[in-house]
């Protein structure tokens, strides 16, 4: 079983706003993204989404054209279908494209949909459009008809209907998105761009690959979680999980302890603030730690560790073992040290 890079853009090594948005509908908006381990760029298709064990992959191509005719949209099926076709597990077929045509769709409020919802005579040019790009790609020597007909029937459409900010915002996991402004999120958007362009920038059209998880040696892809890792250390101000020295407002917390229980006590809090995020089970009780004490200090203007902890976390019940007090408060001296 093997696998050949062939519809790669090879002449566009930015990624594009739109893709962006599909990588981020991809890892924060689905009930599945918690199953989306990393994802590839121009691999496969725009953005594809792999599992831990390599063997799904959530295939998106995203066209960012605001009157797509019924004709283009089947042509902009193909590389959909092509996977389709292939030894590869693909588990779903994404369009990722702008709010189409009210006249398009049978139930015009949806905006993520199959075929059923596409009204027919519409659908006929969807078909019609896809059987040409099919014809003119492949040939007429086999007969797509039966495979077309099962693609239309999986390939989903899911419709942009937010600002970039927004799919940052849904990421952070944050109750109240508001803690940092519009153009903030905004701004973390675009660096999340342009490391993805940055990854564009190999050639590899027509290398062939024997099973999904050799995509990886092209370098072509980010983890879900280095995703978030560059979400949650620009909001604090700093590399929470790369933290180099001790953060200022910690060192009274430990300075009655010797210089061994001093560099342990270090090591441990940053060990548990790692297995916190790292771990799926206790990320988003991580991520509701960080909300509470950055809203805090958003509005305080405090830089008492001891303080901050008794005022937020003294009737607190932490779920997860490894979160410690002595952690918490390392947590929150780092805050405060990316904040000033």
């Known amino acids: 079983m093997n696998y050949t890079f062939k519809n790669t853009e090879i002449n566009n090594k930015k990624a594009t706003d739109f893709e962006t948005k599909s990588l981020l509908y991809l890892?924060?908006?689905?009930?599945?993204?918690?199953?989306?381990?990393?994802?590839?760029?121009?691999?496969?298709?725009?953005v594809s989404g792999i599992n831990k064990n390599s063997d799904k992959i959530w295939d998106i191509q995203s066209k960012n054209e605001k009157s797509l005719s019924p004709k283009k949209i089947g042509k902009y099926f193909f590389t959909l279908f092509d996977n389709h076709t292939s030894l590869f597990d693909f588990t779903e077929f994404i369009f990722f494209c702008p709010i189409l045509k009210?006249?398009?769709?049978?139930?015009?409020?949806?905006?993520?949909?199959?075929?059923?919802?596409i009204v027919n005579k519409t659908l006929v040019r969807i078909q019609n459009g896809l059987k040409e790009e099919i014809i003119r790609v492949k040939?007429?020597?086999?007969?797509?008809?039966?495979?077309?007909?099962?693609?239309?029937?999986?390939?989903?459409?899911?419709?942009?209907?937010?600002?970039?900010?927004?799919?940052?915002k849904t990421v952070t996991k944050f109750k109240k998105s508001e803690i940092k402004s519009d153009a903030f999120y905004q701004s973390v958007f675009q660096d999340l761009r342009d490391i993805?362009?940055?990854?564009?920038?190999?050639?590899?059209?027509?290398?062939?690959i024997n099973q999904i998880k050799d995509v990886l040696k092209f370098n072509r892809h980010l983890y879900t979680k280095d995703?978030?890792?560059?979400?949650?250390?620009?909001?604090?101000g700093c590399e929470v999980f790369e933290y180099k020295g001790v953060p200022l407002n910690f060192l009274p917390i430990i300075d009655s302890l010797?210089?061994?229980?001093?560099?342990?006590?270090?090591?441990?809090?940053?060990?548990n603030l790692s297995r916190a995020f790292f771990n799926k089970n206790s990320n988003r009780e991580f991520w509701k730690i960080c909300e509470i004490i950055i809203e805090y200090l958003e509005s305080q203007d405090i830089t008492d560790v001891e303080m901050i902890f008794n005022n937020l976390f003294t009737k607190y019940k932490f779920r997860i073992s490894y979160l410690t007090p002595i952690t918490i408060k390392y947590l929150i001296a780092i805050i405060i040290d990316g904040k000033q």
């Open 27 to 46: 890892i924060g908006r689905r009930k599945d993204s918690k199953e989306v381990e990393y994802i590839a760029f121009d691999c496969f298709n725009d």
């Open 102 to 117: 009210p006249e398009y769709k049978i139930d015009e409020k949806l905006n993520i949909y199959g075929t059923e919802n």
């Open 139 to 168: 040939g007429k020597t086999f007969d797509y008809s039966i495979e077309q007909e099962k693609f239309l029937k999986k390939v989903v459409i899911v419709e942009d209907t937010e600002l970039d900010n927004e799919y940052i």
């Open 196 to 208: 993805q362009s940055a990854k564009k920038n190999t050639y590899i059209e027509n290398s062939i």
């Open 227 to 236: 995703i978030e890792v560059l979400i949650i250390s620009r909001i604090i």
């Open 258 to 271: 010797d210089f061994e229980d001093k560099k342990d006590t270090i090591q441990e809090c940053n060990s």
